[in-house]
């Protein structure tokens, strides 16, 4: 009987040592993640194909839309000032949050036109920086409108906006996109490529 | 008997050599394209330096894009994207313009021709991944795939590629800089114009890992089967710590998922120990 205890006393205390042998190992890669670049943070955070790739991109971040507030807006034909004077009110009446230490968006997301159509599609919109960070404003619209060129989406989502404006509470500045903007990511509607994200580049590099 | 574990440690050693002579040393990867495009530009993808990164549990690697033109068409700007993701077929996109990767051209000229616009486009330690992290509990079996469509475009002022593409990636190099894995590199024939890059654990680990295996089942039932009751617990006791010493030979310290499908076999092979040294100690008989 002595026999079965001890062996009942061995294999539970090498299972603990074999537990916490392996709970120091795993402790010590998480410690090595905290350490890791904010960019490897993010890229472990998001799950998906391209999660490593788009920490080499510029940041993006796709939060839940169901948490945008929406500001709606009629379509005035034949041009983009409609659009463009929506995102302004839009970025004056709205703040800013700063989304993984690397970015602005702004809370609200600008609908155009107001309609509710399923074949919507969310594009990111750089409009400025804040704090040397881009900030970007999320407008839902119809697939075949989105722009494919850097100068219509200029046209469409406007040129440049600066001034004062909100950030997680605090009043402070953008500083209108120098450069011009390219597309860096997209996504396939239809069998076409349609792009989600732009974003703002100075002319020295282009 | 003699017969069959002379033959055993025959099999063994002759898988020795064979893993020495064919499996330590891998061909190149290389992957070319066997359809001809009438694209402007023409290029080459290499991934250097792939490996998986232990913190991240992904595939990293460096990414070359070598591209020609077919003309004396000049190169201003590239955009390049190497895999594509989700439902929705989306790509981040890489610029030459944004910075994100360097690019430097020149003129080449072959034979005497007129010189023509060549560039490379250089990205570093980019993550690629296809979430594999949770297949590090079959370690040493477990293997990484990564579906790879890369798609290019040339002088697109836009930046990423939204219209008809105007390069075409001709061949495909991968070049696997971790010596625990062995890789292997095909075109998915799914996808026209993908590849798929496989990495896998050394053969050598994996075979040690099921000698280890079979020669531990045979001591077990030696031990339990032909040793003397009363040497039972020293000898089960030792027994425990060969295979201790054998899971820290197999599993090095870089893995650290636990448990991984070496500590279920070890925790398991104690627990058949366990039994049948009970059994033999107290047989169903004795009151």
């Not at chain 1, 539970?12 to 904010?38: F, M, N, R, W, Y």
């Not at chain 1, 919109?125 to 804040?130: A, P, R």
């Not at chain 2, 050394?202 to 040690?208: C, D, E, L, Y």
Request: with cysteine; proline share 5%; net charge positive.
């Amino acid at each position: 009987m002595k026999l079965v205890a001890t062996m009942c006393f061995l294999f539970v205390a090498v299972s603990i040592a074999l537990a916490q042998t392996s709970a120091g190992i795993v402790q010590t890669g998480t410690g090595a993640s905290a350490s890791a670049s904010p960019a490897q943070k993010k890229s472990q955070s998001q799950p998906g194909a391209t999660d490593g790739l788009k920490s080499k991109l510029p940041a993006e971040n796709q939060d839940d839309p169901g948490t945008f507030r929406t500001q709606k807006m009629g379509r005035k034909a034949g041009s983009g000032k409609g659009l463009e004077g929506a995102i302004q009110n839009a970025v004056k009446s709205d703040e800013f949050t700063l989304q993984s230490g690397k970015e602005y968006k702004l809370g609200t997301t600008v609908n155009w036109p107001d309609d509710t159509r399923k074949d919507r599609i969310a594009i990111d919109y750089q409009v400025g920086s804040i704090d040397k960070k881009p900030a970007f404003v999320t407008v839902m619209v119809e697939s075949k409108d989105a722009p494919k060129m850097a100068e219509d989406a200029e046209k469409l989502f406007g040129g440049k906006l600066s001034g004062p404006v909100h950030a997680e509470g605090l009043q402070t500045t953008m500083s209108a996109c120098t450069g011009s903007r390219v597309c860096v990511e997209t996504e396939k509607v239809g069998d076409r490529d349609v792009c989600v994200r732009w974003k703002c580049i100075s002319k020295q590099v282009m | 008997m003699r017969k069959l574990i002379t033959a055993g440690l025959l099999a063994v050693i002759l898988l020795f050599i064979y893993d020495f002579f064919f499996k330590e040393f891998p061909s190149p990867l290389i992957v070319q394209s066997s359809e001809t495009s009438q694209s402007t530009y023409h290029g080459k993808l290499q991934l250097l330096n792939v490996k998986y990164d232990l913190q991240a549990h992904k595939i990293k690697t460096d990414i070359r894009l070598e591209l020609g033109a077919t003309n004396n068409a000049p190169i201003n700007s590239v955009s390049f994207s190497p895999i594509e993701r989700g439902n929705k077929q989306g790509r981040s996109w890489l610029l030459s313009a944004a910075q994100d990767c360097k690019m430097e051209t020149f003129d080449r000229s072959e034979g005497g021709s007129k010189p023509v616009s060549v560039a490379t486009f250089d990205c570093p330690d980019l993550m690629l991944t296809d979430r594999v992290s949770a297949q590090e509990i079959w370690y040493p079996f477990d293997s990484y795939e990564m579906p790879i469509y890369p798609r290019a475009c040339v002088n697109n002022s836009g930046g990423a590629c939204t219209g008809k593409d105007n390069t075409a990636i001709d061949a495909f190099e991968a070049i696997v800089a971790d010596q625990n894995f062995v890789g292997v590199l095909d075109n998915n024939k799914s996808t026209p114009g993908g590849y798929t890059l496989t990495l896998s654990r050394k053969f050598f680990v994996r075979m040690v890992c099921v000698i280890f295996l079979v020669f531990s089942l045979i001591f077990l039932i030696y031990l339990v089967t032909a040793g003397d009751v009363k040497d039972l617990l020293p000898k089960s006791l030792g027994f425990f710590a060969t295979l201790w010493g054998l899971r820290n030979l197999i599993v090095p310290s870089s893995i650290t998922v636990f448990p991984t499908i070496v500590d279920y076999c070890i925790l398991t092979i104690f627990c058949l120990l366990f039994l049948l040294v009970f059994m033999k100690l107290y047989p169903r008989s004795q009151p």
